[in-house]
């Protein structure tokens, strides 16, 4: 495997008693040897059905999971070492939840700004420059003093990506970042994460947005059982899956 996020043989499994003992009656494998490359610039979105192991992936590239077994790169950083320096692989991929986690008690200048300061000592007069950039860049120019509460779930989605952004990472994961938008914010959203595609941000996207991945992808990965069942171009997927699972699932999204 050669690509800048590199994924070998991942396998996690859930399902222990209260005692911490392994039921193999309850056990669910989330993954089942995934394997996966992502180059440097490179738009791969994964789809698949509830509990396929789509977000237990991608929280296990940046170690919010850890692994069983496996192995997961970052350009030369294994993120599973056991003295991996998970603050700096924190720092440099950059992750935006379904839940926007926006701290409620400052504005969104604020809520951009902090992470720089505080982690990257970037001084304050920067990151607060910086962030007033990367808001406009999103299209929140003119709310920069607003709180979170003030903002619709496609603004607030904006801001956080913008976050995201401030610290300059070197990959972003989306972990269905539209799934919580009323269906008039989404294209707010998608348009954002359309132009860091086109600036050429290496992303991993957990989403169903089939309009982003014929627009924004250079890969689609369908996930089922905590494995990989197929990937391939956004057109070959959608248009000529080779699997039976994967022509199933799509004719259930998209109609």
Same mark, same amino acid.
């Given at each position: 495997?050669?690509?800048?996020?590199?994924?070998?043989?991942?396998?996690?499994t859930?399902?222990?008693?209260?005692?911490?003992?392994?039921?193999?009656?309850?056990?669910?494998?989330?993954?089942?040897?995934?394997?996966l490359d992502?180059d440097?610039?490179?738009?791969?979105?994964?789809?698949?059905?509830?509990?396929?192991?789509?977000?237990?992936?991608?929280?296990?590239?940046?170690r919010l999971e850890?692994?069983d077994?496996?192995?997961?790169?970052?350009?030369?950083?294994?993120v599973?070492?056991?003295?991996?320096?998970?603050?700096?692989?924190?720092?440099?991929?950059?992750?935006?939840?379904?839940?926007?986690?926006?701290?409620?008690?400052?504005?969104?200048?604020?809520?951009?700004?902090?992470?720089p /300061? $505080? +982690?990257?000592?970037?001084s304050?007069? @920067?990151?607060?420059?910086? =962030?007033r950039?990367?808001?406009? *860049?999103?299209?929140l120019?003119?709310?920069l003093?607003?709180?979170p509460r003030?903002?619709?779930?496609?603004?607030?989605?904006?801001?956080?990506?913008?976050?995201?952004?401030?610290?300059?990472?070197r990959a972003?994961?989306f972990?269905?970042?539209?799934?919580?938008?009323d269906?008039e914010?989404?294209?707010?959203?998608?348009?954002?994460?359309?132009a860091?595609?086109?600036?050429?941000?290496?992303?991993?996207?957990?989403?169903?947005?089939?309009?982003?991945?014929?627009?924004?992808?250079d890969?689609?990965?369908?996930?089922?059982n905590? /494995? $990989? +069942?197929?990937?391939?171009?956004p057109? @070959?997927?959608?248009?000529? =899956?080779r699997?039976?699972?994967t *022509?199933?699932?799509?004719?259930?999204?998209?109609?």
């Amino acid at each position: 495997m050669s690509g800048f996020i590199r994924i070998v043989e991942a396998r996690k499994t859930f399902g222990d008693d209260v005692r911490g003992n392994r039921s193999h009656n309850q056990l669910v494998r989330a993954l089942d040897g995934v394997s996966l490359d992502v180059d440097k610039g490179e738009v791969v979105l994964i789809i698949g059905p509830s509990g396929s192991g789509k977000s237990t992936l991608l929280r296990a590239v940046n170690r919010l999971e850890t692994l069983d077994s496996g192995e997961i790169w970052i350009g030369d950083d294994a993120v599973t070492a056991k003295h991996a320096d998970l603050r700096r692989i924190r720092e440099d991929v950059g992750m935006v939840f379904q839940s926007f986690n926006l701290f409620a008690h400052l504005s969104i200048l604020e809520n951009v700004s902090l992470a720089p /300061r $505080i +982690v990257r000592k970037v001084s304050a007069a @920067q990151a607060r420059e910086t =962030a007033r950039q990367l808001l406009e *860049r999103v299209g929140l120019a003119d709310k920069l003093d607003r709180y979170p509460r003030q903002l619709s779930g496609g603004q607030q989605q904006r801001a956080a990506i913008a976050r995201a952004l401030a610290m300059n990472p070197r990959a972003l994961l989306f972990d269905e970042p539209t799934s919580a938008l009323d269906p008039e914010m989404i294209k707010e959203v998608l348009d954002v994460m359309t132009a860091l595609a086109d600036e050429g941000m290496t992303m991993l996207v957990v989403s169903h947005e089939m309009g982003f991945a014929r627009a924004a992808a250079d890969r689609v990965v369908f996930m089922d059982n905590g /494995r $990989i +069942v197929e990937q391939g171009s956004p057109e @070959q997927v959608f248009s000529s =899956a080779r699997e039976t699972r994967t *022509r199933e699932f799509l004719a259930h999204i998209l109609n």
